[in-house]
């Protein structure tokens, strides 16, 4: 939701009263609950005309409403078999109609980190790595960082290696969590865990958490160390970066560099750079990129990797921030 619609939303909510937003609230997730209740703090006052502006939209989608199908469990359940297939559609049925098999972990999300790393600082590591996959991950980063290094490193090895909660491993959490995932042997292997959720974890952690992460699964297992670094933060990913952090960079990034990396990069990465330009010095690379000739993908990929490094040295520094969580450093 972009913020002018947490702001509508937020209006409504004060609107209905203090019951009414009560119940509402009641059926949203923990973090919308946050966003909203930050942005309702925030919001001190309110012109007359926003929120007649914003009851009129609610009353007309309202009035739009109606109930189409009697049983919309049901009919979710039949629609995604029939599109899906049974198998890939179990994978998918528990979690959309918020089955039993993660009420033990739901309540985790409403928990601080310090609060779930104390839950769960006794237990194995693969335990422990089967159930913050289910997390958010800002959350289950935060987890991370209140244990000791050693206990950090092999959870996080677990998680990257992980391609799935087989049925035996869920008797192990509902032992730890008071039925964490239940169903037993009914329920199938979910897509959870991987190299790729493992960077997005690693990639809020902070840069000196990040670094000794790394080490240790590179020291047991280059290839993996490898996967995980190619899914953290990309050339792409500096869309993330805000306008000052991006014109840091462009001060500091060699032209002939600049120009043979955005060969690579998308239409909206590039026009992102553009705009934190002066109209003169993005007319003048604008004309740069169209007049330099083909390049290889192998040069491109290599000043890319150029351009990335100087990210992270200003993030290390604390000059910029890359868009995710970690500590009082960045990336």
């Not at 999300?109 to 006794?122: F, T």
């Not at 159930?131 to 990257?160: C, G, P, W, Y």
């Not at 690693?202 to 190619?230: H, P």
């Amino acid at each position: 939701m972009d913020e002018l619609g947490l702001q509508d939303s937020a209006i409504l909510l004060m609107s209905l009263g203090e019951e009414e937003a009560a119940e509402v609230f009641k059926h949203l997730a923990p973090k919308e609950v946050q966003r909203l209740g930050e942005t309702i703090a925030r919001m001190k006052v309110i012109p007359r005309e926003r929120v007649d502006a914003v009851l009129e939209r609610f009353t007309a989608d309202a009035s739009g409403q109606s109930m189409l199908v009697g049983d919309t469990d049901e009919y979710v359940k039949s629609v995604l078999r029939k599109a899906l297939g049974e198998d890939k559609a179990s994978l998918l049925i528990d979690r959309i109609l918020q089955g039993s098999d993660v009420t033990g972990i739901e309540s985790l999300k409403w928990m601080d980190g310090n609060s779930v790393a104390e839950l769960l600082r006794n237990e194995h590591p693969q335990i422990v790595a089967a159930i913050l996959v289910h997390l958010e991950f800002d959350q289950a980063s935060e987890v991370l960082k209140h244990f000791t290094e050693r206990q950090r490193n092999e959870v996080m090895i677990r998680i990257a290696t992980l391609d799935g909660i087989q049925p035996s491993a869920l008797k192990d959490l509902n032992e730890v969590l008071s039925k964490v995932l239940a169903g037993g042997d009914k329920l199938r292997k979910a897509s959870l865990g991987g190299a790729k959720t493992a960077a997005e974890i690693i990639n809020m952690m902070g840069s000196k958490v990040e670094g000794s992460v790394l080490d240790y699964i590179r020291e047991n297992d280059g290839e993996l160390a490898q996967k995980i670094m190619d899914n953290m933060f990309t050339f792409e990913d500096l869309r993330k970066i805000d306008g000052r952090g991006l014109q840091l960079l462009l001060r500091e990034a060699p032209s002939d560099a600049l120009i043979v990396a955005l060969k690579g990069a998308t239409p909206d990465l590039r026009e992102k750079i553009f705009s934190n330009m002066s109209t003169r010095a993005a007319e003048s690379l604008r004309d740069d990129l169209e007049s330099r000739g083909p390049v290889r993908v192998s040069e491109v990929e290599a000043q890319q990797k150029e351009l990335l490094k100087i990210v992270r040295r200003l993030a290390d520094e604390g000059q910029l921030a890359l868009g995710g969580g970690g500590d009082d450093s960045f990336i």
